[in-house]
């Protein structure tokens, strides 16, 4: 758990930094890209995690049980949004960005994961956290992400649904070959 958990610390802000360029670029939200790196909420949470880490000042009690509640309703607010956000019609007739989204998210980033293992001789416990860890569905917040900088929100929406739909199946079987 400490290894994917220093591993997805790692790699969440250079996701959010990655995908901020990508929506600036392509999106329709325009904008300069100190704008949406400014204005994003994910890469701002971060910085200010950090800063409270780094300088070891404690929250005030109110505000740290606040944000635990926000914490813990984050997750269920972005399915919420995503489900609202969703048209069943996309899932019924998958498009190729559709079905690119799912399969390079499900099947082959685990399989390229493995690979590296392989490579560098990552085994046991370890191995199959990094395999299972590129293997989950992407995270609901890229609904929002994608809505709030121009990207094609609808999309996001059916991808991350397909995802999280396919990966009932797909989770079980990446644990039983990475065991």
Do not use: E, H, K
Not at 39 to 46: E, H, K, M, Q, S
């Amino acid at each position: 758990m400490t290894l994917a958990a220093v591993a997805i610390a790692a790699l969440i802000p250079v996701l959010n930094v990655l995908c901020v360029l990508v929506l600036r670029r392509y999106g329709a939200g325009g904008g300069t890209l100190w704008r949406g790196l400014g204005t994003n909420p994910y890469i701002l949470g971060t910085i200010a995690g950090l800063l409270l880490n780094l300088t070891g000042l404690p929250l005030p009690r109110a505000l740290d049980l606040a944000l635990d509640i926000v914490g813990r309703c984050a997750l269920g607010a972005g399915l919420i949004l995503v489900g609202a956000g969703l048209r069943l019609g996309d899932l019924r007739r998958p498009d190729p960005a559709l079905v690119a989204g799912v399969l390079l998210r499900l099947v082959a980033a685990p399989a390229l994961g493995a690979g590296f293992a392989l490579l560098f001789g990552l085994s046991g416990s370890a191995a199959v956290i990094a395999i299972v860890c590129l293997g989950v569905p992407t995270a609901s917040a890229s609904y929002l992400l994608a809505r709030q900088m121009g990207g094609d929100a609808p999309l996001m929406a059916a991808i991350i649904t397909a995802q999280t739909l396919a990966s009932m199946l797909t989770l079980p079987l990446l644990v039983a070959l990475a065991s």
